[in-house]
Protein backbone atom coordinates (compact mmCIF):
# COMPACT_ATOMS: atom_id res chain seq x y z
CA UNK A 1 0.00 0.00 0.00
CA UNK A 2 1.13 3.22 -0.86
CA UNK A 3 2.15 5.96 2.21
CA UNK A 4 3.49 9.24 2.91
CA UNK A 5 5.14 10.52 6.05
CA UNK A 6 5.70 14.24 6.94
CA UNK A 7 7.80 13.83 9.69
CA UNK A 8 7.59 17.49 10.75
CA UNK A 9 4.45 18.53 11.95
CA UNK A 10 5.20 22.21 12.89
CA UNK A 11 7.85 24.54 11.44
CA UNK A 12 8.72 27.92 12.31
CA UNK A 13 11.19 29.95 10.09
CA UNK A 14 11.98 33.54 9.71
CA UNK A 15 10.99 35.48 6.39
CA UNK A 16 14.04 35.56 4.03
CA UNK A 17 15.34 32.47 5.29
CA UNK A 18 15.21 29.22 3.45
CA UNK A 19 12.81 26.61 3.86
CA UNK A 20 12.94 22.44 3.33
CA UNK A 21 9.67 20.98 4.03
CA UNK A 22 10.25 16.85 4.65
CA UNK A 23 8.36 14.36 2.64
CA UNK A 24 9.16 10.79 2.60
CA UNK A 25 6.94 7.93 0.40
CA UNK A 26 6.28 4.23 -0.07
CA UNK A 27 4.99 3.27 -3.05
CA UNK A 28 6.35 -0.23 -5.35
CA UNK A 29 6.44 1.31 -8.25
CA UNK A 30 6.95 4.57 -10.19
CA UNK A 31 5.03 6.85 -8.38
CA UNK A 32 3.36 10.24 -8.98
CA UNK A 33 4.56 13.05 -6.38
CA UNK A 34 2.40 16.19 -5.43
CA UNK A 35 3.35 19.27 -3.16
CA UNK A 36 -0.43 21.23 -2.07
CA UNK A 37 -0.53 23.98 -0.33
CA UNK A 38 -3.99 25.28 2.09
CA UNK A 39 -4.44 28.11 3.82
CA UNK A 40 -6.58 27.80 6.71
CA UNK A 41 -10.65 27.10 5.71
CA UNK A 42 -9.21 26.89 2.19
CA UNK A 43 -9.16 24.10 -0.40
CA UNK A 44 -6.04 22.62 -1.91
CA UNK A 45 -3.85 24.39 -4.34
CA UNK A 46 -1.03 22.41 -6.36
CA UNK A 47 2.27 23.98 -6.08
CA UNK A 48 4.15 21.54 -8.11
CA UNK A 49 4.03 18.19 -9.35
CA UNK A 50 6.72 15.30 -10.32
CA UNK A 51 5.65 12.32 -13.09
CA UNK A 52 8.80 11.45 -14.47
CA UNK A 53 11.72 13.26 -16.17
CA UNK A 54 13.79 15.91 -14.73
CA UNK A 55 14.21 15.28 -10.66
CA UNK A 56 14.41 18.87 -9.74
CA UNK A 57 10.86 20.25 -10.48
CA UNK A 58 9.87 23.53 -10.23
CA UNK A 59 6.29 25.01 -9.60
CA UNK A 60 4.29 27.97 -8.36
CA UNK A 61 5.24 30.74 -5.95
CA UNK A 62 8.87 29.95 -5.98
CA UNK A 63 8.96 26.56 -4.82
CA UNK A 64 11.03 23.41 -6.35
CA UNK A 65 11.48 19.91 -5.16
CA UNK A 66 13.49 17.08 -5.54
CA UNK A 67 12.93 13.24 -6.47
CA UNK A 68 15.40 10.52 -4.76
CA UNK A 69 13.97 7.43 -5.65
CA UNK A 70 17.42 5.95 -3.37
CA UNK A 71 15.80 7.86 -0.82
CA UNK A 72 11.92 7.47 -1.11
CA UNK A 73 12.04 11.32 -0.58
CA UNK A 74 10.42 14.21 -2.31
CA UNK A 75 11.83 17.23 -0.39
CA UNK A 76 10.16 20.83 -0.88
CA UNK A 77 12.61 23.86 -0.58
CA UNK A 78 12.12 27.79 -1.06
CA UNK A 79 15.36 29.76 -0.96
CA UNK A 80 13.64 32.64 0.69
CA UNK A 81 10.10 32.60 2.45
CA UNK A 82 7.79 35.36 2.09
CA UNK A 83 5.39 35.91 5.29
CA UNK A 84 2.37 35.17 2.57
CA UNK A 85 3.97 31.65 2.83
CA UNK A 86 2.76 30.90 5.55
CA UNK A 87 -0.09 27.93 5.21
CA UNK A 88 0.07 24.15 5.26
CA UNK A 89 1.57 21.90 2.85
CA UNK A 90 0.56 18.47 1.89
CA UNK A 91 2.76 15.75 0.10
CA UNK A 92 1.06 13.63 -2.15
CA UNK A 93 2.02 10.47 -3.86
CA UNK A 94 -0.43 7.93 -6.79
CA UNK A 95 -0.31 5.46 -8.99
CA UNK A 96 1.22 5.87 -12.23
CA UNK A 97 -0.04 7.06 -15.30
CA UNK A 98 -1.11 4.08 -16.92
CA UNK A 99 -4.15 3.62 -14.49
CA UNK A 100 -5.31 6.90 -15.75
CA UNK A 101 -8.22 8.78 -14.05
CA UNK A 102 -8.55 6.10 -11.61
CA UNK A 103 -5.59 6.55 -9.75
CA UNK A 104 -5.63 7.61 -6.19
CA UNK A 105 -3.82 10.08 -4.09
CA UNK A 106 -2.45 9.47 -0.85
CA UNK A 107 -1.86 12.56 1.36
CA UNK A 108 0.59 13.06 4.44
CA UNK A 109 -0.42 14.83 7.71
CA UNK A 110 0.58 18.10 6.52
CA UNK A 111 3.01 19.99 7.72
CA UNK A 112 2.44 23.93 9.63
CA UNK A 113 4.31 26.89 8.40
CA UNK A 114 4.67 29.64 10.39
CA UNK A 115 6.77 32.61 9.36
CA UNK A 116 8.37 35.39 11.93
CA UNK A 117 8.92 38.64 10.69
CA UNK B 1 -13.78 30.50 -14.80
CA UNK B 2 -13.80 26.53 -14.31
CA UNK B 3 -13.79 25.40 -10.97
CA UNK B 4 -15.16 23.38 -8.45
CA UNK B 5 -18.17 24.56 -6.26
CA UNK B 6 -18.75 23.16 -2.87
CA UNK B 7 -21.82 24.63 -0.69
CA UNK B 8 -22.68 24.92 1.69
CA UNK B 9 -19.33 26.33 3.45
CA UNK B 10 -20.36 25.97 6.84
CA UNK B 11 -23.33 23.62 7.91
CA UNK B 12 -24.38 22.77 11.26
CA UNK B 13 -26.35 19.48 12.41
CA UNK B 14 -28.13 18.21 14.49
CA UNK B 15 -26.83 14.47 15.67
CA UNK B 16 -29.19 11.75 13.81
CA UNK B 17 -29.94 13.73 10.58
CA UNK B 18 -28.41 13.27 7.40
CA UNK B 19 -26.70 15.95 5.64
CA UNK B 20 -25.64 16.24 1.82
CA UNK B 21 -22.63 18.44 0.83
CA UNK B 22 -23.04 19.82 -2.97
CA UNK B 23 -20.06 19.76 -5.12
CA UNK B 24 -20.53 21.14 -9.19
CA UNK B 25 -17.91 20.94 -11.17
CA UNK B 26 -17.42 22.90 -15.11
CA UNK B 27 -13.64 21.30 -15.90
CA UNK B 28 -15.54 18.60 -17.61
CA UNK B 29 -14.01 16.17 -15.28
CA UNK B 30 -14.58 12.38 -15.37
CA UNK B 31 -13.06 11.61 -12.06
CA UNK B 32 -14.63 13.12 -9.00
CA UNK B 33 -13.77 12.71 -5.35
CA UNK B 34 -14.70 13.10 -1.47
CA UNK B 35 -12.02 13.48 0.94
CA UNK B 36 -11.75 14.39 4.99
CA UNK B 37 -9.83 16.23 6.67
CA UNK B 38 -9.20 16.41 10.32
CA UNK B 39 -6.90 18.35 12.28
CA UNK B 40 -3.48 15.87 11.95
CA UNK B 41 -4.61 13.40 9.99
CA UNK B 42 -4.01 14.51 6.25
CA UNK B 43 -6.59 13.66 4.06
CA UNK B 44 -8.59 10.73 4.03
CA UNK B 45 -10.89 9.27 0.82
CA UNK B 46 -14.30 8.77 1.34
CA UNK B 47 -15.25 7.96 -2.16
CA UNK B 48 -14.62 8.52 -5.38
CA UNK B 49 -16.23 8.55 -8.89
CA UNK B 50 -14.62 7.41 -12.44
CA UNK B 51 -17.43 7.87 -14.81
CA UNK B 52 -21.34 8.90 -14.28
CA UNK B 53 -23.29 6.36 -12.06
CA UNK B 54 -20.34 4.80 -11.07
CA UNK B 55 -18.52 5.09 -7.46
CA UNK B 56 -16.10 2.96 -5.90
CA UNK B 57 -15.78 3.39 -1.62
CA UNK B 58 -12.55 5.05 -0.36
CA UNK B 59 -11.17 3.96 2.95
CA UNK B 60 -13.56 5.30 5.44
CA UNK B 61 -16.69 5.19 3.71
CA UNK B 62 -18.50 4.15 5.95
CA UNK B 63 -21.58 6.29 7.09
CA UNK B 64 -21.45 8.18 3.89
CA UNK B 65 -23.16 7.99 0.73
CA UNK B 66 -22.57 9.08 -2.84
CA UNK B 67 -24.20 9.52 -6.05
CA UNK B 68 -23.16 10.38 -9.67
CA UNK B 69 -26.17 11.17 -11.79
CA UNK B 70 -24.46 13.99 -13.81
CA UNK B 71 -20.87 14.78 -15.10
CA UNK B 72 -20.55 17.74 -13.36
CA UNK B 73 -22.11 16.82 -9.74
CA UNK B 74 -20.98 14.62 -6.78
CA UNK B 75 -23.01 15.15 -3.75
CA UNK B 76 -22.13 13.73 -0.68
CA UNK B 77 -24.48 12.54 1.89
CA UNK B 78 -23.39 12.23 5.69
CA UNK B 79 -25.72 9.78 7.18
CA UNK B 80 -26.93 9.39 11.14
CA UNK B 81 -24.79 6.05 10.77
CA UNK B 82 -21.61 8.18 10.53
CA UNK B 83 -20.38 8.05 14.19
CA UNK B 84 -18.02 11.34 14.29
CA UNK B 85 -19.39 13.47 11.35
CA UNK B 86 -17.90 16.79 12.55
CA UNK B 87 -15.03 17.74 9.71
CA UNK B 88 -13.73 19.40 6.76
CA UNK B 89 -15.02 17.96 3.90
CA UNK B 90 -13.14 18.57 0.28
CA UNK B 91 -14.35 17.91 -2.87
CA UNK B 92 -11.77 17.12 -5.60
CA UNK B 93 -12.24 16.67 -9.61
CA UNK B 94 -9.60 15.23 -11.84
CA UNK B 95 -9.32 15.18 -16.08
CA UNK B 96 -8.03 12.07 -18.10
CA UNK B 97 -4.26 11.72 -18.11
CA UNK B 98 -4.06 12.71 -21.76
CA UNK B 99 -5.87 15.71 -21.15
CA UNK B 100 -2.80 17.07 -19.36
CA UNK B 101 -5.61 17.70 -16.42
CA UNK B 102 -4.48 14.52 -14.17
CA UNK B 103 -4.01 16.14 -11.05
CA UNK B 104 -6.40 16.71 -8.51
CA UNK B 105 -8.38 20.09 -8.42
CA UNK B 106 -9.85 20.86 -5.08
CA UNK B 107 -13.38 22.93 -4.26
CA UNK B 108 -13.18 25.49 -0.90
CA UNK B 109 -14.29 22.89 1.37
CA UNK B 110 -17.21 22.51 3.47
CA UNK B 111 -17.46 22.49 7.43
CA UNK B 112 -20.02 20.43 9.10
CA UNK B 113 -20.37 20.86 12.65
CA UNK B 114 -22.67 18.11 14.80
CA UNK B 115 -24.34 20.03 17.62
Known amino acids: AQSVTQPDIHITVSEGASLELRCNYS??????LFWYVQSPGQGLQLLLK??????LVQGIKGFEAEFKRSQSSFNLRKPSVHWSDAAEYFC???????????????FGTGTRLQVTL | DGGITQSPKYLFRKEGQNVTLSCEQN?????MYWYRQDPGQGLRLIYY???????QKGDIAEGYSVSREKKESFPLTVTSAQKNPTAFYLC??????????????FGAGSRLTVL
Open chain 2, 92 to 105: ASKGAWDSGANVLT
Open chain 1, 27 to 32: YGATPY
Open chain 1, 50 to 55: YFSGDT
Open chain 1, 92 to 106: AVGASRNTGTASKLT
Open chain 2, 27 to 31: LNHDA
Open chain 2, 49 to 55: SQIVNDF
